[in-house]
């Protein structure tokens, strides 16, 4: 304890600085809770907290019993400036064919990016029927489901609601909706998005959440509200986005009239 700081913070720091030094790489296996307590000159169990600090703090996963250097180590961006526009949905950073705004953001920084979709029409959560308009006592849209991951690392939870009025039936009950994912297919069903509302919160992860995202109970993450509206104002896409805030960075931007 130095100045009322815990010992495990000192420790924290120390190895965060030999990843932030490439003394430890990406992908690589930390020295035994032994090793580094004979090495910082601590005990095990404050190695053992500083390697907790660190799993929430994104520097660490865990893999068994051993701790290994995040592969994640940079954040990924999401810039709901450009992340929406076909251009950005349909195609890569090298320009190849991509499967939405996700995947596009997880491939510029050289990762991969996978998602277990889970497609059923069900009944929605009752906020989410009054944005949309449906019922909220029938499955009265379609839901796509996603469980979201850069090189094999979970960083986000997806669920996007469309009326079944415009998806049953439709391409968008393909697990794979083909390049620039729903969007486009939405837009080629008479439905392009021309107005997009999200609201952000930061919040403790539910138990599930911790356990798919593979979290420590102490991460938060940021819970995304967004709403895409047609020209005509009607409501086509609501989505419950969970990611842990310490993958992600979040751009915004807006045009002042001047005055």
Known sequence: MTANRPAFRAVADKIREGIEAGVFAPGAKLPSD?????QYDTSRATVGNAFRALLAEGYLIRKGRSYLVSPLLRKILRDANVRYRKPNREAGPDGAPSRGAFASEVKALGMRAGSDVTVDRVVPPANVAELLGVSADEASVLSRSRRMTADDIPVQLATSYVPGEIAFDSPLEN??????GMISRLAELGHPQA?????????TPTDEEIEQLQLTEDARVYELLHVARTAEGRAVEVAIHVMPTHQWTLRYGWTLDGN
């Open 34 to 38: 032994t090793a580094l307590a004979e």
């Open 175 to 180: 697990v794979d909706t083909g390049p620039g």
């Open 195 to 203: 107005e997009v509302t999200e609201e952000i919160n930061v919040r």
